[in-house]
């Protein structure tokens, strides 16, 4: 949900004043009694029809993502890039109490991906000085790292306030928690991802050939387009376009509607991450895996490597990641997704 979410609401939403006290969440609008609502398809209601719908989108995203995680984790052949990869393609979301994980999840696909774009330029002679040349590229992993503890404190807050029903999203009057969780959470991000950005256009020359752009639109993407459709939503219901009526009742149209179309996209974005991470450019004839399918997702669930970044700061991260890269023999990708080094068999690297 963005900030023109929020300002749409405002300026169309007149529920605040009309159906709630100085200090009370406003009500939600009238539905039609459930004894009069009507099934949209056969004998189906429209919560049961997004239900089924949703989840069958939702099962066909689960086995694309599933089949290029096994692919990658089966061919584990760079395990300083694949397990960044791994992380990329676990983002998943979850529900009503839960979805604010989704922003912790995001911190963490995002914290691999600039960690991923590193290792493209570490990969390079010289990369090391060429990543902390200047002061620029420091400034940017923390402008990506204070997502991590942002979205872990939004998230317990969120969950905190619902529960004793403070947080209100029906309104953005500032004594409920939403309209300042929302704030801080638009902003944080905003702040991640125009650090990438940023570090894409510094390093455009190294990175280019990666297709950056792609990978990045291809698991952020998602988060933005639903967004625009909240914000498009908010306005129709806000002004009265959509209304509760005998097939949808208000809660259906708040929640159910942008949630099915949310599920609807993901196999489309599922299939996007997998033309975006492709396993082909890990393959190498006469390369052996560097470690099992279980040793890959066990390196992939182990985030301590970012987590070190609190402790340690981000240059000493990626000291060791540029000796594990120089272990492993890990070779630079070209273009053309293959290997310019002659085929070598990879040992493992440790964990950092």
């Not at 069958?56 to 694949?82: E, G, K, M, Y």
């Not at 020359?205 to 459709?229: E, T």
């Not at 219901?237 to 942008?258: F, R, S």
Request: aromatic fraction near 10%; charged fraction near 15%; proline fraction near 6%.
């Amino acid at each position: 949900m963005g900030f023109a979410y929020l300002v749409a609401r405002k300026l169309f939403d007149h529920n605040d004043d009309k159906k709630s006290t100085d200090d009370g969440c406003p009500a939600d609008p009238t539905s039609v009694p459930a004894n009069q609502m009507k099934p949209v398809v056969g004998l189906l209601m429209f919560h049961d029809f997004a239900t089924i719908l949703a989840g069958a989108c939702n099962l066909a995203a689960l086995l694309i993502i599933s089949v290029a995680i096994v692919r990658h984790a089966t061919n584990f052949a760079n395990p300083i890039q694949q397990r960044q990869v791994i992380r990329i393609l676990m983002l998943e979301g979850v529900g009503e109490y839960l979805v604010e994980s989704l922003d912790f999840g995001c911190s963490i696909a995002i914290s691999s991906f600039l960690l991923l774009l590193c290792d493209y330029v570490l990969s390079n002679s010289g990369g090391f000085d060429e990543l902390f040349g200047q002061g620029a590229s420091k400034r940017t992993w923390y402008m990506v790292l204070q997502y991590f503890p942002v979205s872990i404190v939004v998230w317990l807050a969120t969950a905190n306030s619902l529960a004793v029903g403070t947080y209100c999203g029906a309104s953005n009057k500032p004594r409920f928690a939403h309209i300042w969780l929302q704030v801080i959470k638009i902003v944080s991000t905003t702040f991640a991802v125009l650090a990438c950005f940023r570090f894409y256009k510094i390093k455009q020359d190294r990175l280019a050939p990666h297709k950056v752009i792609l990978k990045l639109l291809a698991f952020k993407g998602i988060i933005g387009l639903n967004a625009l459709q909240m914000f498009i939503i908010g306005i129709l219901v806000g002004n009265g376009t959509i209304k509760p009526a005998e097939h949808m009742t208000y809660h259906d149209i708040k929640t159910a509607l942008p949630s099915l179309i949310l599920m609807c996209e993901m196999p489309l974005f599922a299939l996007l991450l997998v033309f975006a991470f492709p396993v082909g450019v890990y393959k190498a004839e006469g390369c052996n895996p560097a470690a099992g399918p279980l040793s890959a997702m066990a390196q992939a669930f182990n985030i301590t490597d970012l987590m070190s970044c609190f402790v340690r700061g981000p240059m000493r991260l990626l000291r060791e990641q540029q000796w594990g890269i120089q272990r492993a023999q890990s070779f630079p990708l070209s273009a053309q997704g293959r290997y310019d080094a002659p085929p070598h068999k990879f040992s493992a690297p440790p964990y950092v």
